[in-house]
């Protein structure tokens, strides 16, 4: 058997209404009888409270924040600990993903951020542009150049476009990375 709720609130030096708000918040548990276990209430209340409160003085709770991507390109927060985290703790991993989801956000709403699909799309659409324009070259100015150089136009087609599709093919080997 414990102690009533008043004399528990008088213990931590809040009020009865606070003990009664923490006990339908289920930061702490009484006893089958309605009474309170004191010391096994006030490890629940640290545990399970923002910042424990004694009087009217609030003592600052240290938590360590999770390690893990903060950044806009970061894995996220890291798992809770194992063992049951404090209801402290699972705010801050909270605040850090809203953070974090704020940021990229702001990020996209600044123009900062593209979609990555629609940049890969982009760029193949300007590479296959760039393609094409070189494969029509040779046509375009051989007859140009075999006049200038007084070779026959045919066989200064016929090299130009073999040296072209060499390079474009050297230039298809490249993989460009994209993160």
Partial sequence: MGISIRAYARHRGVTDTAVHKAIRAGRITPETDGTIDADRADREWARNSDVPKTGTRAKAAKVAVPEGGTGVGGDGPAALPTGGASLLQARTVNEVVKAQTNKVRLARLKGELVDRPQAIAHVFKLARSERDA?????????????????????????????AVREHLQELGELRPRVD
């Fill in 134 to 162: 070189w494969l029509n070259w040779p046509a375009r100015i051989s007859a140009q150049m075999a006049a200038k150089l007084n070779i026959d136009p045919h066989t200064m087609h016929v090299a130009l476009e073999a």
